[in-house]
């Protein structure tokens, strides 16, 4: 008896080292990265969202009869603030190019707040207002790389769900996994070259 349970035991360990090299957990692990990286994109979103009052405070002190400007990017900050955004935006395709949308609206009106300021010398010396924008530009650049890390690993957990030897996981133990919907550029315009005038 003693044998027959240490050559079991040994078949088990053997079966478990094995298993644990193969690939079992991938799935996962590139499932929580994907969750990882779209928080960073939240968590970037956040960041603009926050800088943008005292930006349009700066500016108003300026511009105040750029009303309709500044009240665009009012309404665009809004309406991503009032979107109720979870964990579960990523299961939901729909859900995530509303989210989108919204945040590619409030880029918009704040890149037409940036035109209005080049009419204000004045305001484009302010400090509060040169500190405010330097903000705000790095952190469309932290939007840009939150983006992109969350595409890579997005591209990364669906490569792993319908390859070999993920698949066949994918279909034993994690069938309730979905495959994930990446970022799409939501603005019609997106994939045309701004135009520049002097």
Avoid at 8 to 17: H, I, K, R
Avoid at 104 to 117: D, I, T, Y
Avoid at 181 to 195: H, I, R
């Amino acid at each position: 008896m003693g044998i027959k349970r240490s050559f079991a035991l040994g078949v088990l360990l053997l079966t478990l080292l094995s298993v644990s090299g193969c690939g079992i957990n991938n799935i996962p692990s590139l499932d929580e990265q994907v969750k990882a990286n779209w928080a960073q994109v939240e968590n970037q979103y956040q960041r603009r969202s926050d800088l943008v009052p005292n930006l349009v405070a700066t500016v108003k002190g300026y511009a105040a009869q750029e009303r309709e400007t500044l009240t665009a990017v009012v309404e665009a900050r809004s309406k991503v603030s009032s979107m109720q955004v979870d964990a579960d935006i990523l299961n939901n395709p729909q859900a995530l190019q509303q989210f989108e949308q919204a945040q590619s609206q409030l880029s918009s009106a704040l890149s037409r707040l940036m035109v209005v300021v080049e009419r204000y010398p004045d305001l484009k010396s302010n400090q509060n207002f040169l500190a405010l924008q330097s903000q705000l530009e790095g952190t469309e650049n932290r939007i840009a790389v939150a983006r992109r890390d969350f595409i890579q690993s997005v591209s990364q957990y669906n490569t792993e769900i319908r390859t070999f030897p993920g698949r066949i996981w994918h279909s034993l133990l994690y069938s309730d996994m979905p495959l994930r919907e990446t970022y799409q550029a939501t603005s019609e315009d997106a994939a045309a070259a701004p135009e520049v005038k002097f």
